[in-house]
């Protein structure tokens, strides 16, 4: 094993993934987020895991049941 990087045959992959997986900068998220309806609709109705989720929350509170 050398101390200058190691890795073998694995590290010029390990970089490209690191690459791949690396968040955009701020400056480019802003523009989606602005770009995105945030209402009740959108995240609980329209958004399959947000309606999954908010079903699940409401049989939770048993207090909230009609």
Known sequence: MSPLGGGGKR???????KEILKFPHISQCEELR?????D???LCE???????????????????MV
């Open 34 to 38: 602005r770009s995105t309806d945030e």
């Open 40 to 42: 009740y609709y959108n």
């Open 11 to 17: 590290k010029g992959k390990s970089k490209k993934w």
């Open 46 to 64: 329209k958004q399959p895991i947000g309606r999954l989720l908010f079903r699940q929350f409401c049989e939770s509170q048993t207090d909230w």
